[in-house]
């Protein structure tokens, strides 16, 4: 099975999940609960669309807490090439919908130096996906936003992939480029991943 045929089969699984909400907040708590996340100072969290994990409601808890919540927003690096930045978020009525309706802080402020987090200083990453595997394997949608930003983390930074337990798969078909998950977290379980590729 190719990554396209692959991708299909998971956005099936992912839109027919029941009890999106309930489901979602189970799998937020386990990421929660891992000593990791509690070790860690500074964590990324995706901003959720269509039908994805749902994080929102997580993120708006840990903004009342002592860790350092960053969000992504897509843009483009100094090449013109896509990329994510990293913002700071300290409210949610700084974000406003942007691309794909996801929720971002407005263009104006993307170069706000108080608000600008780099990549090297995130010590927890909750990684999206369409479809994941029990070794840590993560298919996006295939822009490559994600596999671009998780190359430029440091060694020791935790990438977290979040998902439906429909969403898992046998195997994903990894290409060198791709970048395997360290763990992987649904609401039923979680797997430990490896870091080839990384």
Same mark, same amino acid.
């Given at each position: ?14 839109? $027919?999940?029941? %009890? ?8 937020c708590r386990r990421v929660i609960s891992q000593p990791w996340y509690a070790e860690a ?18 993120? /708006?808890?840990? @903004? ?27 409210? @949610? %009525? ?31 990453? /909750? ?9 840590? $394997?993560?298919? $996006? ?58």
């Amino acid at each position: 099975m190719d990554k396209q045929q692959q991708r299909q089969l998971a956005y099936a699984a992912r839109n $027919g999940q029941p %009890d999106k909400d309930i489901v979602s907040a189970e799998i937020c708590r386990r990421v929660i609960s891992q000593p990791w996340y509690a070790e860690a100072d500074t964590i990324l969290w995706y901003l959720h669309c269509r039908s994805e994990v749902r994080t929102l409601p997580a993120v /708006i808890a840990q @903004l009342a807490g002592d860790k350092r919540i960053a969000v992504p927003y897509c843009t483009v690096d100094q090449h013109g090439d896509k990329c994510l930045g990293l913002w700071h978020l300290q409210a @949610l %009525d700084e974000l406003q919908p942007g691309m794909w309706n996801i929720l971002e802080p407005p263009p104006e402020r993307w170069r706000e130096p108080a608000k600008q987090i780099s990549p090297n200083q995130l010590d927890v990453v /909750i990684v999206p996906g369409v479809a994941f595997d029990s070794e840590g $394997g993560r298919l $996006g949608n295939g822009a490559g936003y994600y596999d671009r930003l998780l190359r430029q983390v440091r060694p020791d930074t935790l990438l977290a992939g979040v998902c439906y337990q429909s969403q898992l798969l046998p195997a994903i078909t990894m290409q060198s480029h791709d970048v395997y998950m360290d763990r992987v977290i649904t609401e039923r379980t979680f797997y430990f991943g490896n870091k080839l590729a990384r």
